[in-house]
Nanobody, 124 residues
Framework: QVQLMESGGGLVQPGGSLRLSCAAS????????IGWFRQAPGKEREGVSC????????FDADSVKGRFSISRDNAKNTVYLQMHSLKPEETAVYYC?????????????????WGQGTQVTVSP
């Protein structure tokens, strides 16, 4: 019954901003880190950001540091990804995922449940 559902994707111009949401259910939200990943066509899925409960563990890809910010609202079982100064090369399907563990990891294989993804397109 584990479910993660992304929302907030869409079309944005280069330099613009989007806020993605990930609503989680079916597990004890506070016991697991939640990560954001993205995958462009023909490319590997890559870790973007991760956040554990109480900010015990974090991960941000070097390419997004200073522009993206991850946060979580335990009362709503929701994780957010605020994205600023978006670049065309960041066009991808963005996924949220539940870690197998309490702490964050950047590795795809350390996550056992995934949302369906939300499309982010950065284009003039």
């Amino acid at each position: 019954q584990v479910q993660l559902m992304e929302s907030g994707g869409g079309l944005v111009q280069p330099g613009g901003s989007l806020r993605l949401s990930c609503a989680a259910s079916g597990f004890n939200f506070k016991d697991y880190a939640i990560g954001w990943f993205r995958q462009a066509p023909g490319k590997e899925r890559e870790g973007v950001s991760c956040l554990s409960n109480g900010d015990s563990s974090r991960f941000d890809a070097d390419s997004v540091k200073g522009r993206f910010s991850i946060s979580r609202d335990n009362a709503k079982n929701t994780v957010y990804l605020q994205m600023h100064s978006l670049k065309p090369e960041e066009t991808a399907v963005y996924y949220c995922a539940k870690s197998r563990f309490y702490l964050c990891s950047a590795r795809v294989n350390d996550y056992d449940y995934w949302g369906q993804g939300t499309q982010v397109t950065v284009s003039p």
